[in-house]
């Protein structure tokens, strides 16, 4: 079973706008993570943020966490072409340590 | 190249027969999980390693399903009488603590 979900499922965008992503999720995590996977590609970890963390950026990442809303968001900034591609959240349960459980992901398209 | 590496890329087998996949995670990670993926889907959980030990396995990993990992290093799933539903792309990952995973490119497994 999936423990996040991801909205909306899909996301088109030009280039040089923004994209934001939510996720949310059942039970209470040590951690949340995001990842990107590019058409039939294996998956590439973007960024992690701890159940004590509100918020982290890493380049034109942002991504905010709300434990009491069991959600969180990403957000690309000044997206590119290059950003096309399906983004999962992935969490880490609170009583399984390292074992990730997927959303079913958010497919963005980023048009020049 | 340093990263996880998976063998085959590409498997098609007919119903019935017996499949093996092989994953050599990055030297120094000492966990290592397997993932499956379905079109559309998030990666779904099927098992972890720590060393060689097999800590967790999923419930969707039946009793066609062995995997093991000899001397904590490289990791193999089996895939025994396969059926058509198992048709999926079979993700590995490892880390060096239980926090984010590197994945390898995958194994699509194909079932006729």
């Known amino acids: 079973s999936q423990q996040g979900e991801e909205d909306p499922q899909a996301l088109s965008i030009q280039e040089g706008e923004n994209a934001t992503m939510n996720c949310s999720y059942k039970?209470?995590?040590?951690?949340l993570q995001w990842y990107r996977q590019n058409s039939g590609r294996g998956l590439v970890h973007l960024i992690l943020i701890r159940s004590n963390e509100r918020e982290k950026h890493s380049g034109r990442l942002r991504v905010t966490l709300d434990t009491s809303k069991k959600s969180s968001s990403l957000l690309i900034t000044a997206s590119r072409a290059a950003d096309t591609a399906s983004y999962f959240c992935?969490?880490?349960?609170?009583?399984?340590?390292?074992?990730?459980?997927f959303g079913a992901g958010t497919q963005v398209v980023v048009t020049p | 190249d340093t990263g996880v590496s998976q063998d085959p890329r590409h498997k098609i087998t007919k119903r019935g027969q017996n499949v093996t996949f092989r994953c050599d995670p990055i030297s120094e990670h000492n966990r290592l999980y397997w993932y499956r993926q379905t079109l559309g889907q998030g990666p779904e959980f099927l098992t972890y390693?720590?060393?060689?030990?097999?800590?967790?396995k999923s419930r969707l990993l039946s009793d066609r399903f062995s995997a093991e990992r000899p001397k904590g290093s490289f990791s193999t799933l089996e895939i025994q009488r396969t059926e058509q539903g198992d048709s999926a792309m079979y993700l590995c990952?490892?880390?060096?603590?239980?926090?984010?995973?590197?994945f390898g490119p995958g194994t699509r497994l194909t079932v006729t």
């Open positions: 039970t209470s995590i040590n951690n």
């Open positions: 990952a490892s880390s060096p603590q239980p926090y984010e995973q590197y």
């Open positions: 390693f720590q060393n060689e030990a097999q800590l967790e």
């Open positions: 992935a969490t880490d349960a609170a009583d399984s340590w390292g074992k990730l459980q």
